[in-house]
């Protein structure tokens, strides 16, 4: 029945901010940009290369997501790279701290774990 993911939204504090992030560091491309009057809120769909998408959201008053310790729902989202330490590496020139990189136990794949501009919880993942 389930065919893939078609988007992932994000509700972002400072939309300029995290437009930077998502698009100029993590390199991924605008489909459409809408700033939406009537709810004060901008909307961008952004595309990564395998055409899965992430909805960017702004919201005036949005409260923050309880992260630590973890609250139930949504854990983080993992971005695939084929080398996640050449990644670690874009991400250090560009001010942004990665964890250290570690090996899933289960796959041996690398992995590590960064935040996006509202302390979301973001991973990348070696293919």
């Known amino acids: 029945m389930l065919l893939g993911i078609h988007h ?13 992030f998502y698009c100029e560091i993590l390199g991924l ?3 459409a940009e809408h700033y939406r009057q009537a709810r004060n809120s901008w909307k961008l769909d952004l595309q990564l ?6 909805e960017l959201f702004s919201f005036p008053d949005a409260p923050t997501r309880p992260s630590f ?3 139930q729902g ?13 990644a670690v590496t874009w991400l250090a020139s ?18 590590t774990f960064f935040n996006d501009p509202d302390n979301l919880p973001l991973e990348l993942y070696e293919i």
Do not use: M, W
């Open 69 to 71: 310790p973890e609250a």
């Open 74 to 86: 949504l854990r983080h989202l993992a971005f695939r790279v084929v080398s996640v330490s050449d």
């Open 49 to 54: 290369p395998d055409g899965s998408q992430l």
């Open 29 to 31: 491309d605008v489909i």
């Open 94 to 111: 560009h001010g942004i701290n990665c964890e250290p990189i570690r090996i899933d136990a289960y796959t041996g794949k690398q992995f």
């Open 8 to 20: 992932i939204a994000v509700i972002c504090h400072d939309y300029q901010r995290s437009k930077h």
